[in-house]
């Protein structure tokens, strides 16, 4: 692999040195240049920041300072077509629109790493024990006034125990100190600024009218304060975005309707944290299968993540991956080999036809086996040697991470969903599709001679079909995928590009290097506070 060139680093207001550093770090020792633009209201300490790694070695022409807002310097730095990359902690749409950006104008394999915001749940069932559970609800809504990515935004409690908790968040709530944070006794500080303060402000006189309000505190009356409020909500359906301050929304589940709340909260699209308090081993797991999200934590607060122990970031519309803090971070920031080679003509693959031939993920179970990469090996009979070996060299079961003690910290590789495979040569697809299967994922390979291509994997029960031709890409522009692998022609690779970011939703990822296996994964990390189960679990699960 090699350095991309010149990275931009756009980081936020809430984490304005740890965010900031971590970027230009991430991007300098991987051999890059950075241009840093830090949030409009954060621009001292950046520059505080810039000061000390110069006087610490790094050359003034590797990174430079380029402070100023989103509209006038945000906008213009991301269209420049030296720009080989840009990693960037922000909004969802702002996200959307550097991806459009950088598919229009710079090259068609520029980088993008995107950490996005979420509509981040905790569900509290009715073994969890209510003083945990309490203080990690206040710790997770309203430390930072609220001000993190991975904040709690709707708390969902069991019914049977809803009273008592609700009477117990209520109480802890007015213990909550909130003024200066300069003060080693303030809980809860100010918002960022006056426009963050009105919108927020706003929302909660709004959720008011409507009668929602189950708590709120009063705010002191100098200053850029929201006070803490809970409001009722049916579920995260009736909430419409995020609202980043220190503002709960709380609803109420049966114990039988577990798996329409996990349904619900993935049907929202965001995926970056997630909080489950519970005493029944078997539930937790349950939850840890079926949620997507990013950062899952167990008996513990939802905030907090630390670097090689959490490594953090989100899925669909909360981010691109991979995690910052993780194992495959660094080689994002380096580009491996892509083919390049020229499409070639054949049928023009109607939109109809693709979505009729995209198979099920579910097919077979394929995206649960543990033994896929050698089910693989066992079909291709030594073909596509290079990218079976680098699929085998990626581990896709769980990988245990270090922790203090009292605390299980565990990375696992999850398929991202449907891949559409493009090639555009028969040795491309085939390296593709490997590696997309054997990271669980279903595959669609759109090629000429692609049938050909892949004869010793299809038929065989696997989630995979393949199509000759080549997809038309006005047709192909509504296929909901979650990949797209294609490794042709930078002219090629840019049309591609520019379809897949004009789509609505998440940001689908377009892997141009034939070899990059970790790229057809999500990242999944789990925190189980192991010292917080407290009591007899098993007594309780056989009641």
Known sequence: TEARGVIACISPWNFPLAIFTGQ?????????SVIAKPAEQTPLIAFRAVELLRQAGVPEDVIQLLPGDGPSVGGPLTADPRIAGVCFTGSTEVAKLIEKQLAET??????LIAETG???????DSTALPEQAVRDILASAFQSAGQRCSALRVLYVQKDVEKKMLEMLNGAMEALSLGDPWHISTDVGPVIDEEAQKS?????TEM?????LVAKLEAPKAGRFVAPHVFRVKGIEDIEREVFGPVLHVASFDADDIDAVIAAINRKGYGLTFGLHTRIEGRAQHFVDGIDAGNIYVNRNQIGAVVGSQPFGGEGLSGTGPKAGGPHYLRRFR???????PVLDGRKVTATELADNLPDPALGGWSTRADRVAVLRKHLRGKGAAAIGAAASIDFGQVDLPGPTGEANTLSLSPRGRVLCLGPDPDTLLAQTIQALAAGNAVLAVAPGAPAALSSLTGKGLPLAAIDGRPDPVE????RVDVVAFSGTPEAARIVRKVIADRAGPIVPLISEVLNPAAYAHERAVCVDTTAAGGNASLLAAA
């Open 118 to 124: 979420g509509l981040n749940a905790m569900i509290v």
């Open 106 to 111: 710079a090259a068609p394999d520029a980088m």
């Open 335 to 341: 580009k491996g080999p892509q083919a390049g080679t």
């Open 476 to 479: 192909a522009r509504a296929l």
């Open 208 to 212: 008011g009218l409507q009668g929602r």
């Open 24 to 32: 230009i770090a991430a991007a300098l020792v991987t051999g890059n």
């Open 200 to 204: 927020i402000r706003d929302y909660c």
